[in-house]
C-alpha cells in the first residue's frame, strides 16, 4: 500500500516532551529526568514489559545528551559484536568525544560470558550502558554488572497513555491524518493491546489498511473481525508473550494437561526462552501447587537446571514431561495465602517486637533483661514439642495458614489440631 515504515516507528517520539508514559521515571521533577537533565548519566538497566518505550528512552537519552549511539540486540548478537562496538566507543573517547551510549536489547538473553564482556567497558567508563529487559535483572544480569547499574522499573501504560497516542497518530501521522478515522468504541484495542504501545498501534495499524475507504469507523466487533484473523502476525514477532504465557500458565493451575502442552509448543515455536518457560514452572510449583505435592518444586528445579545444561531443541521433552506433571498434580495455594496474609499483617502492624522469650541472650545484660527466659526447647519435651506462643503479643493466635483441601495437608491439619488443640482449629 505505500513504503513507509510501521506506524509504530513513525509515531516514535523524539524527545522526553513527547515521551508517553513513565511519569515516575520521566516526568518533571522525576529521578531520571533529573539524571539527564544534569548530564550525570550512570549506567542502567529498564526493567518492564514489551512496547512500553524501553529502547525509544534510551535513543532519547543519548540525543537529548548529544551522545553517540551504538545499539545491539541480545537475540543475535555475540561477544565478538560487543567487542567491536567497545573498539569503537574506546576510539571515540581518544578522540575526545563524549561518552558512548551503549543500549542493549533483551540484555537477558546474553550469556554469563557475553555479559562479563561488557563489564569492562563500564567499569572504564568507555561506555554507558543500557540495558532493556522483560525479566527480573536480579536473576538474569551477572551480581557484576547488575552492582554497577541502576535499575529503573518501566510499568505498562494506562488507558489515557494509549488513547493519547492513537489521537496523536491520527492527527500527526502523514498517512492516518489524510484519513477520516472515528474510534466508536475503543475496549477491544485497548484489552488485546495489554498496554504495549508498539502493539496498539500495529492493531491500529492493520485496522486502518483493512479500509478501502477515506471513512473509518472503528468498534469493538470490527477490531475481534479483523486482529483475530491476523492474530499470527503478531505470534511470530512475540508480540503475545505475555497472553501466551498467561494461557499456558492457568491450563496447568486449571489441571489442564492438554492446555498446557498446546500452549508450551506455540511458546516453543514462537522462539521463547526455554529458560523462561522453566523459571515459570517453578513458581507455579509453589503458588498453585505447593505442600499438595512437594515433589512438584523438586521436579519443576530439576527442569529449570536440566534445560540450562542441555538447550534446545531436546529441552521440549523435558518441559513437556515437567508440564505434564504440574497440570495433573494436586493443587493448593495455602502458602500463596499465608504469605500474603502475613505480608498484609506485617503491613498493618509494622515492626513489632520479638516477645523476649524468642530473643537470643549471647550477653549477661541480656540475660538480666529477660532475653530467652521461658523459652521452651522442643527437642527436650515428648514428641519434640512443647506449646509456646511464637507470634508477638498484639497478634497473637492469629491465624496465617490453612491447610488446602488434598490428601497431604489434610494430615498436616490433623497433625496441627492435634498439636495445638483450638490455636490450629479449622
Known amino acids: 500500500m505505500n513504503n513507509l515504515p510501521p506506524l509504530a516507528e513513525r509515531m516514535r517520539p523524539k524527545n522526553l516532551d513527547d515521551y508517553v508514559g513513565q511519569k515516575h521515571l520521566v516526568g518533571q521533577g522525576a529521578v531520571l529526568r533529573k539524571a539527564i537533565e544534569s548530564g550525570s548519566l550512570p549506567s542502567m538497566i529498564f526493567w518492564g514489559p514489551p512496547g512500553v518505550g524501553k529502547t525509544t528512552l534510551a535513543y532519547i537519552i543519548s540525543q537529548t545528551l548529544d551522545r553517540p549511539f551504538f545499539s545491539l540486540s541480545a537475540i543475535n548478537s555475540g561477544v565478538k559484536d560487543v567487542r567491536e562496538v567497545i573498539e569503537k566507543a574506546s576510539l571515540l573517547k581518544l578522540g575526545g568525544q563524549t561518552l558512548p551510549v551503549l543500549f542493549i536489547d533483551e540484555i537477558h538473553r546474553f550469556s554469563k560470558s557475553q555479559q ?50 492513537l489521537d496523536k497518530a491520527m492527527k500527526e501521522d502523514e498517512l492516518l491524518r489524510t484519513k477520516n478515522i472515528i474510534i466508536k468504541e475503543n475496549e477491544a484495542l485497548l484489552r488485546l493491546s495489554g498496554g504495549d504501545a508498539r502493539k496498539l498501534l500495529n492493531i491500529f495499524e492493520l485496522l486502518v489498511n483493512a479500509f478501502n475507504s477515506k471513512k473509518i469507523v472503528i468498534t469493538n466487533d470490527t477490531v475481534l473481525t479483523h486482529v483475530q484473523q491476523n492474530m499470527a ?183 496441627l489440631k492435634k498439636l495445638w488443640g483450638n490455636r490450629y482449629k479449622y
Open 233 to 415: 502476525l503478531y505470534d511470530k514477532a512475540g508480540e503475545q508473550h505475555y497472553d501466551i504465557i498467561s494461557a499456558f500458565i492457568k491450563s496447568m493451575r486449571g489441571s489442564d494437561p492438554n492446555g498446557a502442552v498446546y500452549w508450551l509448543a506455540r511458546m516453543i515455536t514462537g522462539g521463547e526462552d526455554p529458560l523462561f518457560i522453566a523459571r515459570r514452572m517453578l513458581i507455579l510449583a509453589s503458588e498453585d501447587i505447593g505442600n499438595a505435592n512437594p515433589n512438584a518444586l523438586l521436579l519443576a528445579q530439576s527442569c529449570f537446571n536440566a534445560v540450562n545444561v542441555i538447550g534446545m531443541p531436546e529441552s521440549q521433552l523435558i518441559l513437556s514431561q515437567t508440564a505434564i506433571y504440574l497440570a495433573t498434580s494436586a493443587k493448593s495455594n495455602s502458602a500463596t495465602t499465608a504469605i500474603g496474609a502475613a505480608m498484609a499483617l506485617v503491613s498493618q502492624t509494622g515492626d513489632l517486637p520479638v516477645p523476649l522469650h524468642l530473643r537470643n541472650a549471647p550477653t549477661k545484660l541480656m540475660k538480666n533483661l529477660g532475653y530467652g527466659k521461658d523459652y521452651k526447647y522442643a527437642h527436650s519435651y515428648e514428641g519434640n514439642f512443647a506449646e509456646l506462643d511464637f507470634l508477638p503479643e498484639e497478634i497473637k493466635g492469629t491465624k496465617l495458614y490453612d491447610p488446602g483441601n488434598n490428601p497431604r495437608e489434610a494430615e498436616s491439619k490433623e497433625k
Open 116 to 165: 562479563d564482556s561488557l563489564l569492562g567497558a563500564v567499569e572504564r567508563g568507555i561506555v554507558t550502558l543500557i540495558g532493556a529487559t522483560t525479566e527480573n535483572p536480579s536473576f538474569e544480569v551477572i551480581s557484576a554488572l547488575l552492582s554497577r547499574c541502576q535499575v529503573y522499573i518501566l510499568q505498562s501504560l494506562n488507558e489515557d497513555d494509549l488513547l493519547s497516542l
